[in-house]
Structures are given as C-alpha cells and as structure tokens.
C-alpha cells in the first residue's frame, strides 16, 4: 500500500514538473532566451536584432567594440573590430553570456561576367583504355599494369610529365630497348608506382601503351568575386571534374579569358540547358588558375575586370546573416553584358564550418524564366547579392526543377581563396 502512494506520489511530481517546463517554454524571457545565441560575429558598423523584445539587462565588457542600442528590442550595434562579451541578466543575476566578435569592415567587387576556362592537370589525364593488336592478339598494356580511368600519369622514369607530347618519346625509347616503362600515377591523393611495357600496334609497326589521355580541359563559368587590394577572385563556387572520368581535375595551372555568350539551350525538367559561348577573340589571358576545389576556381588577376552593373566593392553577409527572401543574381545571358535578375533565397543554412550547398535559392524573374527556364550550366558562379551585400554565388541546377538549385555561401569562397576575413582584426585580444 505504502509503495502504491510513493508511486502515485512520484507520478504527481512528474507531471508537475512537466507541466511547469511547458508553462517555462511559454513564458517570454526562456523563449527570448533560447532564441538568443551563444555567439554573434557582425562587421563594423553593421545592427543585428538578437531578440523581439527587451527583457533583459545588457552589460557590455566593451561598449568601445559594441553597444545595444534599442530599449524596445535586443539590437547589437558594432563599432570597432575586436571581441567581447555580453552578460544578460534577469532580476540582477546573469542568465547567459554572449561572445560578439566584431570583424574589420570586408568588401569585394562582385563578379557576373561569363569567363572561359583552361585548366592544364598535373600530369596526363587517363580517361580510357584501349586494346591494340599485336602479333599474339589483343591487349591494352595500361590496364595490365594496373592503371584506371581517373589516374594522373606524373613520372615516366623518373622524369616529370606535363603534357602528352612527353609521353611519345619514352614509348619510342621503350620499344627500341624493350625495357619497360617506370610510371608514378596519383590517384585519389595517393601516388603510386607501376611498370607499364609498350607493345607494337601490328597495323603500323608504332608502340603504344593502351590509353587514352588528355592534358587540358577547357570550358566556360560565371566571375563570382574579386578582392581588389590583392587581385585575388573566386569563380564557378564548385569542382571542375573531367566529362570522361567525372572525377575532379588535379590543377598544375591554368589560365582565364574574358568570354561572350552567343546563344541559349533553355533548361526543362530533366535537361539543365547550357550557355553556349566562345573565348575572346583576342583570347587575352587575364589571370592563372591556382586551385580547383568544391568550392570553386580560385587564382589571381592580371587586369581589373568590371561588370558595368555593380562597379563598387560590396561588403559581403555571412552564412548566419543570409535570410529568406528576395535577392538578385548577376550573370550574362546575351553577348558579354552583365544584367541583374530577380532571385528568391528559399533556404540558407547558417554553417559554422566550409560546406557547399549552403542556399536553396529560386528564379523568379521573368525575363530570364522566359530566355533560360532557370538555372543553366555556365551559370555557376553568378554572384547573389541581398541588401546590397554578396551573400554567395549559384552552383547546382536541380534537374527536375530547373528553376531552383543551390548556392555556396560567400564566406568559404573567401576562405578556400585564401581570403581569411576572421584575421583582418585589428584588435586581436578578447576583451576582460
């Protein structure tokens, strides 16, 4: 009986306590309270409202750094580059810390124009096998030795390779002394090292070595950034993978020219369309090729590039300061004219680490519905811009929805182009 009662006794207690954390979650303070979050990182001079309603006392460790400035509403006001923390109380107790981190005030010239792309591979590029007939039957030496489609032939005996017209040569030399061929191949970030013996094509007495390779690869993207004190830029905001193997092209270097869009293959459901274009006539380099990584091409300029649309530098938004709601692309859907069309950000998602297809964003603008159906290839890269800030720049189509894709966030092109924004601090301590 007694155990009955201590039973009943216990449930009571749980459904009061439940019943309080529900009646708590409702109450104003623990709902502006939850929402309000550890950490805030702004630029200088820019607001952010924290909390619908003041219900707390704010005390700033440096109000030189930052001050609250609504009686109303929570809304940080930043000064000067540095950190420091915010210390809410309710009733004279503190209920939480906030750490606001001001950044040096950062801009970058928007991008927009149709670029054409050449990248030259470390190494040759294998993107296939054949099979040669010799004397005894058919055979590819490539794959005998173990090499796949996908693999970089760096080294042939010891000797770098960086273009086809190196390999001829040593096939030649293989045959004429029968002795068989040293490779260094990379393959998924790993080297390895086989040996590969030519054979004679039985049709024309040459030697060959059963693969297919390539050097370079070429095509055309969309200029998302330049930074203009260090000329560095940031393009197309995913990998460059090779049309035969599918797999990311390992860059040695490569070079950029201006482009001109002669024509439109309109996207649909289950085809994405493409911007047909051609290099400048003139096929002026204007600047090399460094990285090709999932978030883009990235090197330097040799010449300043302007858009004609949006010549000045913008200050540029974070992935936690990205919201829903109207923005605009810049690309180029006719000749070399940058334009400015009407775009929703249907998702964004505030990461704390570099991750791609960090937006949902969709065409809505008319015009360019009505030339493209949405998003085409050629148009990765274009630049998104939401109050007057760069927030990120288009990368993926949906290919059952040719009107909506993904968007790369601003901040981690910035980064993988060696961009830090979080070192352009002036004041490095956190203040007591």
Same mark, same amino acid.
């Given at each position: 009986?007694?155990?009955?009662?201590?039973?009943?006794?216990?449930?009571?207690?749980?459904?009061?306590?439940?019943?309080?954390?529900?009646?708590?979650?409702?109450?104003?303070?623990? &709902?502006?309270?939850?929402?309000?979050?550890?950490?805030?990182?702004?630029?200088?001079?820019?607001?952010?409202?924290?909390?619908?309603?003041?219900?707390? %006392?704010?005390?700033?460790?440096?109000?030189?750094?930052?001050?609250? !400035?609504?009686?109303?509403?929570?809304?940080?006001?930043?000064?000067?580059?540095?950190?420091? !923390?915010?210390?809410?109380?309710?009733?004279?107790?503190? *209920?939480?810390?906030?750490?606001?981190?001001?950044?040096?005030?950062?801009?970058?010239?928007?991008?927009?124009? /149709?670029?054409?792309?050449?990248?030259?591979?470390?190494?040759?590029?294998?993107?296939?096998?054949?099979?040669?007939?010799?004397?005894?039957?058919?055979?590819?030496?490539?794959?005998?030795?173990?090499?796949?489609?996908?693999?970089?032939?760096?080294?042939? =005996?010891?000797?770098?390779?960086?273009?086809?017209?190196?390999?001829?040569?040593?096939?030649?030399?293989?045959?004429?002394?029968?002795?068989?061929? $040293?490779?260094?191949?990379? &393959?998924?970030?790993?080297?390895?090292?086989?040996?590969?013996?030519?054979?004679?094509?039985?049709?024309?007495?040459?030697?060959?070595?059963?693969?297919?390779?390539?050097?370079?690869?070429? +095509?055309? +993207?969309?200029?998302?950034?330049?930074?203009?004190?260090?000329?560095?830029?940031?393009?197309?905001?995913?990998?460059? /993978?090779?049309?035969?193997?599918?797999?990311?092209?390992?860059?040695?270097?490569?070079?950029?020219?201006?482009?001109?869009?002669?024509?439109?293959?309109?996207? /649909?459901?289950?085809?994405?369309?493409?911007?047909?274009?051609?290099?400048?006539?003139?096929? %002026?380099?204007?600047?090399?090729?460094?990285? =090709?990584?999932?978030? +883009?091409?990235?090197?330097?300029?040799?010449?300043?590039?302007?858009?004609?649309?949006?010549?000045?530098?913008?200050?540029?938004?974070?992935? /936690?300061?990205?919201?829903?709601?109207?923005?605009?692309?810049?690309?180029? *859907?006719?000749?070399?004219?940058?334009?400015?069309? $009407?775009?929703?950000?249907?998702?964004?998602?505030?990461?704390?680490?570099?991750?791609?297809?960090?937006?949902?964003?969709?065409?809505?603008?008319?015009?360019?519905?009505?030339?493209?159906?949405?998003?085409?290839?050629?148009?990765?890269?274009?630049?998104?811009?939401?109050?007057?800030?760069?927030?990120?720049?288009?990368?993926?189509?949906?290919?059952?929805?040719?009107?909506?894709?993904?968007?790369?966030?601003?901040?981690?092109?910035?980064?993988?182009?060696?961009? =830090?924004?979080?070192?352009?601090? %002036?004041?490095?301590?956190?203040?007591?």
């Amino acid at each position: 009986m007694k155990g009955l009662k201590l039973e009943h006794i216990r449930k009571l207690f749980g459904a009061f306590l439940l019943i309080s954390l529900l009646v708590m979650g409702f109450c104003t303070p623990v &709902r502006e309270l939850i929402a309000i979050p550890k950490d805030v990182v702004l630029f200088e001079g820019q607001h952010s409202k924290l909390s619908g309603k003041r219900v707390f %006392e704010v005390i700033s460790s440096n109000p030189s750094i930052f001050t609250v !400035d609504s009686k109303e509403t929570m809304a940080v006001a930043a000064h000067e580059s540095g950190e420091a !923390d915010m210390v809410l109380q309710l009733a004279g107790f503190p *209920v939480k810390t906030v750490n606001v981190k001001v950044l040096k005030d950062f801009k970058v010239l928007p991008g927009g124009q /149709s670029i054409g792309v050449k990248l030259n591979a470390k190494g040759v590029l294998v993107v296939g096998h054949h099979l040669i007939q010799t004397e005894t039957g058919k055979v590819s030496p490539g794959e005998i030795a173990g090499i796949k489609v996908g693999d970089m032939i760096t080294k042939i =005996n010891g000797k770098e390779i960086e273009r086809m017209s190196d390999v001829a040569p040593f096939i030649q030399n293989s045959g004429t002394t029968g002795e068989a061929l $040293d490779l260094v191949v990379l &393959r998924d970030s790993k080297y390895i090292q086989t040996k590969l013996k030519p054979v004679k094509d039985k049709g024309d007495s040459s030697y060959r070595i059963g693969l297919y390779i390539r050097d370079s690869a070429a +095509g055309i +993207g969309t200029m998302t950034f330049v930074h203009p004190e260090s000329m560095k830029y940031g393009a197309l905001g995913h990998v460059i /993978s090779d049309s035969d193997t599918k797999k990311p092209i390992e860059v040695e270097d490569g070079q950029i020219m201006r482009s001109t869009v002669t024509s439109i293959q309109k996207g /649909s459901n289950g085809d994405p369309g493409e911007k047909l274009a051609r290099f400048s006539p003139d096929r %002026e380099v204007i600047g090399n090729i460094t990285i =090709n990584s999932p978030f +883009g091409i990235f090197g330097k300029l040799d010449t300043q590039i302007r858009n004609g649309i949006m010549d000045q530098a913008l200050p540029i938004a974070l992935s /936690s300061q990205v919201k829903e709601g109207k923005a605009q692309i810049l690309t180029v *859907v006719e000749g070399d004219k940058v334009e400015a069309f $009407d775009i929703e950000v249907v998702s964004s998602v505030p990461q704390k680490a570099p991750a791609t297809k960090g937006m949902i964003v969709k065409i809505v603008d008319k015009r360019l519905l009505e030339k493209t159906g949405g998003i085409v290839q050629g148009m990765s890269g274009s630049p998104i811009i939401q109050d007057g800030k760069l927030i990120g720049a288009v990368t993926h189509v949906f290919v059952n929805d040719p009107t909506s894709g993904y968007g790369v966030h601003i901040e981690w092109m910035l980064h993988q182009a060696g961009i =830090n924004i979080y070192e352009q601090q %002036e004041h490095g301590k956190k203040a007591s």
